[in-house]
């Protein structure tokens, strides 16, 4: 009975299973199955989107079943193409084993760490000598990668297409054999690399994944999914404050997929809200989300903040960084803040006029700052520089 329940859960979320009777069968043998889920370390925070495979990922966990969460810390250094309409820009190791340590603590937001097993894929892929990752690329063929709609239409608008992408799909499945994952879930835009590791497994004599994908959120933006890269992402980790003004920058018209794809809210029960009280809607979602994510106690002083914010006041409880040497660039000062990761980011957060001292749009990246003042990106960062 417990299998009928979760594989009718599944159905009522997923938007793809490939096959329903292969996983039936795998359900029905009552033993543990090795559940597949993995996530690119582009930046340093998994995101409500990666929150609606892990939620399900919960329930396999609940019924007996491992988790193994794959952060491509070797992928990561190409960048998933799945959606991309040019080249990512490439990561070095070290970029995404940082990134990827912070997720360690978020994924202990959703999934039970002591069930999950945690891997890195640099531990397979990156010991792989040239002769191996030839025998895996002979496994696909040039017009089997361009089926995916991204490099098909990359290629015929001539949109360069750097060889190390066409193998991403390799690599992504060459995880499933390296773990032999009985089942591997994900968003729609990456089932052609979840099939291609059902496919790869039956070339290296294993018995192919089954095959489940989830719906994708979309972001703040409300024309692209939500995504690290582009910034348009509410993330599990962030602070609560944070999340919750997020929270009320949701589009309306796409408010009702974020209380149905993200938390446990009865539709009958969001339904009439959003039809009566499209504020009060926004602001009850907001509770939910930092309650989910950092518990009922954050509630309050978030929601606190965000009418002190909304009022065009900053904090009173700002994070503080001390700095000695009595001056600092802006550059590497929002480096030190944790607003930007790199010098590029930072000149690129300038270039957009996101980033005010004492109230006043930074406009030189080459700006030097050389006394105490209030930091901030945004509406919702701020940090008070003290200088010792």
């Known amino acids: 009975m417990e299998t009928l329940i979760l594989f009718e859960a599944i159905k009522r979320s997923a938007v793809g299973i490939f ?15 090795k559940i597949k889920f993995g996530a690119d370390p582009s930046r340093p925070d998994l995101h409500l989107g990666h929150s609606v495979p892990l939620r399900m990922l919960r329930k396999f966990q609940d019924a007996g079943h491992e ?6 810390d070797f992928t990561g250094m190409i960048g998933d193409p799945s959606g991309r309409n040019k080249t990512r820009q490439p990561l070095s190791f070290e ?52 089926e995916r709609d ?10 360069p297409i750097g060889l190390h992408e066409l193998l991403y799909p390799l690599m992504q499945g060459y995880d499933s054999i390296a773990l032999r994952a009985d089942i591997e879930v994900g968003g729609t835009d990456q ?35 939500m995504s690290k ?64 994510y950092h518990g009922e106690s954050a509630v309050a002083q978030a929601e606190k903040r965000y009418f002190s914010i909304a009022s065009g006041n900053a904090p009173d409880n700002m994070k503080t960084i001390s700095i000695t040497g009595g001056r600092i660039l802006i550059v590497e000062l929002l480096k030190q803040a944790g607003f930007a990761m790199s010098n590029s980011d930072a000149r690129r957060l300038i270039e957009g006029g996101g980033i005010k001292l004492d109230g006043e749009t930074v406009r030189d990246a080459n700006l030097t700052v050389a006394g105490d003042s209030v930091l901030s990106r945004g509406k919702n960062k701020f940090v008070q520089i003290h200088f010792v």
Not at 98 to 120: F, R, T
Not at 192 to 211: A, I, S, T
């Open 95 to 146: 970029e995404t084993r940082q990134n990827g340590e912070s997720y360690l603590e978020q994924v202990g937001k959703i999934l039970d760490p002591a069930k999950a097993h945690i891997a890195y894929n640099s531990e397979w892929l990156g010991k792989m000598d040239f002769a191996e990752v030839l025998e895996l690329a002979s496994k696909y063929t040039l017009a089997q990668i361009l």
């Open 67 to 72: 988790i193994i969460f794959v952060i491509g």
């Open 19 to 33: 096959s329903e009777e292969g996983l039936q069968k795998r359900l029905a043998r009552g033993k543990p199955l």
């Open 150 to 159: 991204d490099f098909a239409n990359r290629y015929a608008s001539n949109q």
């Open 229 to 292: 890269s582009l910034d348009n992402y509410i993330g599990i980790g962030e602070a609560p404050e944070i999340i919750f003004e997020k929270c009320m920058k949701v589009p309306d018209s796409i408010l009702p997929e974020y209380f149905h794809l993200t938390t446990d809210i009865a539709a009958h029960e969001y339904s009439e809200l959003l039809a009566s009280d499209i504020r009060q809607a926004h602001f009850v979602y907001a509770r939910e989300i930092v309650r989910l």
């Open 191 to 225: 089932t052609f690399n979840l099939l291609v590791g059902r496919e790869l497994q039956k070339d290296y004599k294993q018995e192919p994944q089954e095959v489940i994908t989830f719906p994708l959120l979309p972001g703040l933006d409300g024309v692209e999914k």
